[in-house]
């Protein structure tokens, strides 16, 4: 397992890429549960823990569920396995560093710094899942940002739609 999480932690270095994680079924489904356990330990600082859970299960079925159509749509369903794996270890281990930012902001402790890390967690995120993009689809660096901002947005307004309570929308 440790193999992995370097794999995970060199892939957002843009050392490694998807390619070089194990085609499995076992570790998506692994980093499945790592990434809804991340997720919702990150949501709960906002919400109670039955939304928490539900909304943190409601993101990795977008972004396994995004990765899916790509791919899909590319006609390369042959990378599902390691690609899904990748966005959600990276997406989990990013939000994992994002977690003492995100207490602090909610507590009130060093608002301006946390909030000034988390942005710089965000665009990092973005980066990531933009590499990935382009190394699953064999695209442009241009195009890949365009589709991970296009997904990230696109989750956004979706959890939204879903969860009005949590993020305020009305």
Request: proline fraction near 2%; charge should be neutral.
């Amino acid at each position: 397992m440790f193999e992995v999480i370097m794999l995970l932690f060199d892939i957002c270095l843009f050392k490694k890429s998807p390619q070089d994680l194990p085609y499995s079924v076992w570790l998506l489904r692994l980093l499945i549960v790592i990434d809804v356990i991340v997720s919702f330990l990150m949501i709960s600082l906002h919400a109670g823990w039955a939304v928490s859970l539900l909304q943190a299960v409601a993101g990795a079925l977008l972004l396994v569920g995004f990765s899916w159509l790509m791919l899909y749509v590319a006609r390369k369903w042959g990378r599902f396995y390691q690609t899904a794996s990748a966005l959600l270890g990276t997406d989990a281990m990013i939000s994992f560093l994002a977690l003492p930012g995100m207490a602090s902001m909610s507590i009130g402790v060093g608002a301006w710094l946390a909030f000034a890390i988390t942005i710089a967690l965000m665009i990092w995120h973005w980066l990531v899942t933009g590499y990935i993009f382009r190394n699953a689809l064999e695209q442009s660096w241009t195009f890949s940002l365009g589709l991970a901002f296009l997904y990230i947005l696109g989750s956004y307004q979706v959890m939204a739609l879903l969860f009005p309570e949590v993020t305020g929308v009305k």
